[in-house]
């Protein structure tokens, strides 16, 4: 059951994703309402509030509390995931932007990498395990095919 629902948000979806830039639900709130400075500040994954909440690039984010909300106001780009929210792997393997689950994530370098972990093909799928067993090629080819990638 959860491989259908699966696959019938990746189809309903795939044109309201396709015509955005940063992956956000449909309410236009980024990273399913994830705190992305959490990430970071207490490298968690951590559920925002709108009472902390700020927009950018067209879309809304979400943080757990005022410190992180002026964090990212005060340098956004610090903050803001690898390819606009997307998952890493699927950019980087199959040259598509994939939705992500928010509590699947790295930090590597500074960046934020976010990762698909759900079912595929009516099998368990966590693509942060492909990407950390070979992440430099990957890191590598998803920055190469996100070049003609990132305005579809």
Not at 4 to 19: D, G, P, R, Y
Not at 20 to 45: H, L, P, R
Not at 120 to 145: D, Q, R, V, Y
Request: proline share 4%.
């Amino acid at each position: 059951m959860k491989t259908i629902v699966t696959l019938l948000f990746l189809v309903l979806n795939l044109n309201l994703m396709s015509a955005q830039k940063v992956f956000a639900n449909t309410d236009k709130v980024a990273n399913n309402g994830y705190d992305i400075v959490n990430y970071f500040t207490a490298n968690s994954a951590e559920r925002g509030s709108k009472d902390f909440s700020t927009t950018h690039a067209g879309a809304t984010y979400y943080f757990v509390g005022q410190e992180n909300l002026k964090a990212f106001k005060t340098d956004p780009k610090a903050y803001l995931p690898q390819f606009d929210g997307y998952c890493a792997f699927a950019v980087a393997k199959m040259n598509q932007k994939v939705p992500v689950d928010p509590e699947t994530f790295r930090i590597d370098d500074g960046k934020l990498y976010l990762f698909y972990n759900d079912f595929w093909e009516g099998k368990p799928f966590n693509t942060i395990i492909p990407w950390i067993n070979n992440e430099s090629e990957m890191e590598k080819l998803a920055t190469a095919n996100w070049t003609t990638l990132k305005d579809r």
